[in-house]
């Protein structure tokens, strides 16, 4: 008589996951993909400076300040891409970007926003979208 050979992998043993584990299984797979999208992604740069991480919190942005962030607004620079402006530039022959309009541009002086020094414009992006909403936002547009 012969005993039979002794198995050397391990049995794989598979237990059943409640439901609730799969459902935040699935939900932090898909935030993981979403953020590698995010941040390999070409487009939607601008919101990226503000907002790295990905994530289902609403920001309650106000109108105004989205189009700030996204550029996707009535500015000739955002116009242009689609054929609906001539130009991509302010009357002053600057780019029309929101960001223009808001600190540089010498036709919209008496709106201006105080902005810092260049290599400071992250953080003071940042800190216009944690500001109460569209404060600054809401008189320039
Ligand atoms: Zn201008």
Not at 107 to 124: M, N
Request: charged share 20%; with cysteine.
């Amino acid at each position: 008589m012969s005993w039979p050979k002794r198995q050397t992998r391990p049995r794989r043993l598979t237990v059943p996951l409640p439901r609730s584990c799969a459902k935040q299984d699935l939900k932090q797979r898909a935030l993981t993909r979403w953020q590698r999208c995010w941040d390999d992604g070409i487009n939607g740069r601008s919101t990226y400076e503000i907002i790295k991480k990905v994530g289902l919190r609403n920001h309650n942005w106000t109108r105004q300040l989205i189009q700030f962030i996204t550029g996707h607004g009535p500015f000739p620079s955002y116009l242009f891409r689609f054929g609906k402006h001539p130009v991509n530039c302010c009357a002053c022959e600057e780019p029309g970007t929101p960001f223009h309009y808001a600190t540089k541009c010498r036709l919209t002086l008496s709106y201006h926003l105080k902005c810092s020094a260049d290599q400071h414009i992250e953080a003071w992006m940042k800190s216009i979208t944690n500001q109460s909403s569209g404060v600054c936002c809401g008189v320039m547009l």
